[in-house]
């Protein structure tokens, strides 16, 4: 870090060193020393998470170098404007430009996100480490900001059944219909009888009235949250059970007979063997440390002693492992079900809980087995021990009147509390990086909809204040404080380019970085106005970008650069903590977690609004959804990895195109057939071309096999049911003469393969045949649409924003505009997460 204490103004002359508000001077030193900000908290466990499991992408593969030599001027984005539409309105594309990552070091990149960090001093000068997670939205309720009254969502008068509605399954209506007719025959005494009797009421469970908590007043003050809390703690995972006396792993060549806490470990190795963990050096360092410090406890029964990892062979429990499996996948369908039944009634009564009076289903009601730390990226401490969890750890809060619950194996709760200001119902620590995790209340729950309610409430009511806030750090951007200078660039930062504000992070820790904690490494500067960024974000997913800036803004960055190494921080006068209590006293509420979910929501309201799409299919709209989607994902750096099954998948979809155009080609022939003259109009007369003779004798060959197969099964089965009815079997002559018609409609297919000529099995009007390739040629259009769209997403994490970031009454409300069947959109996760935002009019606007 630089020692320069010289302040700049707008036009790069020095101006007076003198002390800020908070006692520093403008290096960030407290009476003549170096201050450093922030202690790490440790994170909540949470089940809905902000981003998708860490992975790479193919930018972050690059070998050229971060810093130390020139880098060469990629494509530039467009400007910055002064308008209220951030830049997030016109999103970067993935970066193709190959760069080196940042260099790694030490930090957590945990599963959860971490809490606020609280401001304490350090003793020596060195260099902070800060993070990327800004997010406050997984922290316990009770500990977030005071949240203003949430308005009213306007109940949607009921409406007679739309084109939507035919298009889903089940529309709401119907099932609303269905629950209130059977409440009336339960009234008049009647039950159910007959076959189907637990299918009936497993549907009454799914047709149970919700709870409309939204239609009343929405509590978001952070106050209390309950008044009466039942519930029976959490579920804790079996107790460890020994491997077979054959089975043994061997170290240099001889078989070790272990003790079942030291087996238990070697286990959690075995069983990733052919895993990339296992091939990981950090991963496999760590794994040794910890199981040597249980074998010190619990030594080899045989005396043999294991010193050198190299020496291990896992591989006997590997092959068991994989053979238990293997036993499991062969089971009948009526075993597994038995099995599931056996382990969801065990697990039944943690589901759900009493929350004043009313059955509220619970999150992530289940302790996390023992087994060794995978992380996220390349977290330093992968391979770990993760201990395993008991009642002694674990904290239970519940009502005061409630019956204590009694834990499933041996042992008492670390301690029972009555505390109704927050929502969680148990936590403990857990040993790997002393995270603390929470169990609440499901996504669905009043409690949780309350809160996400609120958090786009929030978001939507920035919408009031941007103006304002925009001029005001636009002014600071010129600031003779350097302090409030840097705030205001890391405030445009965030505002345009939808940065995370970043937390200071241990030296222990995964190294990922936000906006306030961001090196000098990772900004590069390109006359005349644009800026790299290059850095590994949350999850160590790797953020690229390059964008044009105000030239104010491109001045700044070459001031805050001065006199400073690259390890040395951009940014060295701000912090999360102090950025967000300035975004606080502008906003109530506000912190830069809020503009990042206000820039998603606008930005995804603006680009839906672009689309026209009056006259478009129900894939056309899909597409245009699902591009605005990408547009936003990129835009907050939701990345993943090409899935494993990608290229399988799409093979499969190329596929079925082929055999869709294979069935309309059949149409055209047989048309042909009936009346030449169809062979002079365009709309037929147009062959196939990426069908050849030799992709159709082999699609008809599968098509063939296929036949005979669905013939023999129906054989089967026809017996079967004949001899339940107690009826002699159908003889094989049967099947003979099924399976040779067979063979003779497939032999009449290859005769007419390459002649334009078809016959069909029934005999259609030609009107018919017509109206068939109509609809064919239409599905294929809509199935090409639907490979591109699986094309342009396969690089994209759409979920992370439809969870987190996009208010659901913008696609609640563009369905109802648009005729698009929710359900093409929202999974049944999120219908039942977002119950609240479905209500919302086809003319609400984020």
């Known amino acids: 870090m630089s020692n320069d204490t010289t302040m ?17 001077n403008h290096n960030g030193a407290v009476n003549g020393k170096h201050a450093t900000n922030g202690t790490h908290h440790d994170s909540p466990m949470h089940e809905d998470e902000e981003s998708p499991p860490a992975q790479t992408n193919k930018a972050a593969n690059s070998t050229k170098p971060l810093r130390g030599q020139k880098r060469k ?8 404007s002064d308008e209220d539409v951030p830049l997030a309105s016109s999103p970067r594309k993935p970066a193709t430009k190959q760069r080196k990552p940042p260099k790694k070091r030490a930090r957590d990149s945990s599963d959860e996100e971490t809490k606020p960090s609280v401001s304490k001093p350090a003793a020596s000068r060195k260099r902070k480490e800060r993070g990327s997670n800004d997010s406050d939205d997984d922290t316990p309720i009770a500990k977030k900001a005071p949240k203003p009254r949430a308005t ?3 109940k949607e008068e009921s409406e007679p059944p739309s084109k939507v509605k035919k298009e889903t399954k089940e529309s709401t209506s119907k099932a609303t219909k269905a629950t209130k007719a059977k409440k009336e025959e339960e009234s008049e005494g009647s039950q159910l009888k007959g076959k189907g009797k637990n299918k009936d009421a497993e549907k009454e469970e799914d047709d149970e009235e919700v709870f409309k908590w939204w239609e009343g007043d929405v509590d978001g003050d952070g106050s209390v949250k309950w008044q009466t809390l039942e519930h029976n703690g959490v579920i804790f995972p079996l107790p460890y059970e020994p491997l077979p006396s054959h089975v043994k792993m061997k170290y240099d060549g001889k078989e070790v007979t272990l003790p079942s806490a030291a087996e238990e470990v ?36 045989n005396g043999i002693k294991i010193t050198k990892f190299e020496l291990c062979d896992f591989r006997p429990m590997f092959e068991y492992f994989e053979a238990e499996k293997a036993k499991k996948k062969a089971l009948s369908t009526q075993e597994k079900k038995e099995l599931k039944k056996a382990k969801d009634d065990l697990e039944a009564p943690y589901t759900t809980c009493l929350l004043d009076g009313r059955k509220e289903k619970v999150g992530n009601f289940r302790v996390e087995p023992p087994g060794l730390f995978r992380g996220r990226g390349d977290h330093p401490k ?14 239970i809060n519940i009502g005061k009147d409630a019956k204590i619950p009694v834990p499933n194996v041996p042992g008492k709760w670390k301690a029972v509390q009555h505390d109704n200001t927050v929502t969680w119902l148990a936590n403990w620590t857990e040993n790997v990086n002393g995270n603390h995790k929470y169990v609440f209340l499901a996504a669905g729950s009043s409690l949780k909809g309350q809160s996400d309610m609120s958090k786009f409430e929030k978001a939507r009511q920035l919408k009031e204040h941007v103006d304002r806030i925009r001029q005001n750090y636009r002014a600071d951007l010129k600031s003779k404080i350097m302090a409030d200078r840097q705030r205001a660039t890391a405030m445009y930062f965030i505002d345009k380019l939808a940065l995370r504000a970043g937390n200071e992070k241990g030296e222990d820790e995964a190294d990922t ?17 644009a800026i790299i960024f290059d850095f590994l974000g949350k999850d160590s997913i790797r953020y690229y970008n390059q964008v044009q800036v105000e030239t104010q803004v491109f001045k700044n960055i070459r001031i805050f650069k001065e006199n400073k190494t690259d390890d040395d921080n951009l940014f060295d006068r701000v912090t999360t903590t102090s950025l967000n ?21 606008i930005t995804f309201q603006q680009l839906l609004d672009e689309e026209a799409l009056d006259g478009a299919t129900l894939q056309e709209k899909l597409n245009a959804y699902n591009k605005a989607n990408r547009m936003v994902a990129i835009l907050c750096n939701h990345q993943r990895s090409v899935p494993k099954t990608y290229d399988q998948s799409m093979e499969k979809m190329r596929y079925k195109l082929l055999g869709l155009k294979y069935d309309r080609m059949k149409l055209r022939h047989a048309l042909f057939g009936m009346d030449p003259k169809y062979k002079k109009n365009k709309k037929y007369s147009e062959d196939e071309s990426d069908i050849d003779d030799d992709w159709i004798a082999t699609h008809e060959a ?6 005979i197969e669905k013939a023999e099964k129906k054989f089967t089965k026809d017996n079967e049911k004949l001899q339940e009815e107690d009826k002699p079997a159908l003889k094989e002559s049967v099947l003979k003469e099924r399976l040779e018609a067979i063979e003779e409609e497939f032999e009449r297919l290859e005769k007419e393969r390459g002649t334009r000529k078809a016959t069909l099995k029934r005999e259609k009007p030609a009107e018919k045949l017509e109206e068939g390739i109509d609809k064919l040629t239409d599905k294929i259009k809509a199935f090409k649409l639907q490979i591109d769209d699986r094309e342009e997403g396969k690089e994209v994490a759409l979920g992370t924003s439809k969870i987190n970031y996009l208010d659901p009454r913008i696609t609640a409300a563009w369905c109802k505009i648009h005729s698009v069947p929710i359900e093409k959109i929202f999974s049944k996760t999120l219908l039942t997460k977002f119950p609240w935002a479905m209500e919302a009019e086809p003319e609400w606007k984020f």
């Open 513 to 529: 970085v936000g906006c306030c904690s961001l090196r000098c490494e990772h900004v590069t500067l390109e006359a005349p106005d």
């Open 266 to 301: 070697a286990g959690f190795y075995g069983a990733m063997l052919e895993t990339p963990h296992a091939q990981d050096k950090t991963f496999n360092e760590n794994f040794f440390d910890g199981w040597k410090g249980v074998l010190k406890d619990h030594p080899p029964r």
């Open 73 to 80: 001027k990629a494509g530039k984005s467009e400007s910055s």
């Open 8 to 24: 700049y103004s707008d036009d790069d002359t020095p101006l007076v060193n003198k002390p800020t508000a908070n006692g520093r």
């Open 581 to 601: 209590k300035h975004l606080n006293a502008e906003m109530k509420g506000l912190t830069a977690k809020v503009f990042r979910t206000f820039n998603a929501s």
């Open 382 to 395: 992968k391979g770990a021990l993760k201990h395993r969890v008991r009642p002694e750890d674990i904290t």
């Open 702 to 707: 599968q098509l063939k096999a296929k036949e």
């Open 152 to 154: 009213k969502v306007k």
